[in-house]
């Protein structure tokens, strides 16, 4: 169960967590999920699907670069809605884990 309950709440913080390495600069599919295999447990697989969701919804922009060590590589930045959306999400995700802390503190 508690397996469970762990994969939720990455799933549920996934698309904010994103959101969070590109507020620090544009990078490329691989790099993000490596980015988030160490942070959080998520993988490559779960990053390309929300990747090509969040491109749709418009809060990243692509561009693809010549990679002298391989395939050209795309590379993912946020929009002007993709930062708004962004900062909104946080806020939101602090409160929100302020308000559980709160709740599963032991007095």
């Known amino acids: 169960m508690a397996d469970s309950i762990q994969i939720q709440l990455r799933k549920g913080a996934l698309d904010l967590c994103v959101l969070a ?55 993912y930045r946020l929009t002007p809605l993709g930062r708004t959306v962004f900062e909104t999400h946080r806020s939101d995700w602090r409160s929100f884990a302020d308000a559980v802390n709160k709740l599963v503190e032991v007095t």
């Open 21 to 75: 390495v590109l507020s620090r600069g544009e990078s490329y599919g691989y790099e993000i999920a490596s980015t988030l295999v160490a942070a959080v447990g998520m993988g490559e697989g779960t990053i390309y699907p929300l990747m090509r969701r969040m491109q749709n919804e418009g809060l990243v922009a692509t561009r693809i670069v010549e990679s002298s060590s391989g395939p050209p590589r795309k590379y």
